[in-house]
């Protein structure tokens, strides 16, 4: 989400200039970016750890803890950058809130 809500927003022009200019969206993206990026160390860090010897149960447990509301929020704000055009079926943003909503409600 966050490569597609960076390429969208540097593409999409309002006021005269790209909405990746807007203090709003550079937050959006900001966000997500960090987050994205947390969760994947954890999620490396975890998978790191893993064997068949060790299963590391501890670990994965609290990489789906973690990394479950990140993509959900990373979608989220995808959504609000991309607005309107993010619920359209032509953009993958769509599928992956969907996605992430499904992993928050049945995730457990």
Sequence with gaps: ?????????????????????????QRYIAESFAET????????????????????RIGSD?????CTPVGKRVADN?????????YTKDMSVERLWRDAKL???GGG
């Design 103 to 105: 992993l928050e409600i």
């Design 62 to 66: 609290a990489a789906k803890l973690f």
């Design 1 to 25: 989400c966050t490569e597609q809500m960076l390429k969208y927003s540097n593409d999409r022009k309002a006021f005269g200039q790209p909405i990746s200019n807007l203090g709003q969206i």
């Design 78 to 86: 995808a959504m609000q950058v991309m607005g309107g055009m993010g």
């Design 37 to 56: 990026e947390a969760a994947k160390t954890l999620t490396y860090a975890v998978a790191r750890n893993v064997n068949p010897m060790s299963q590391n």
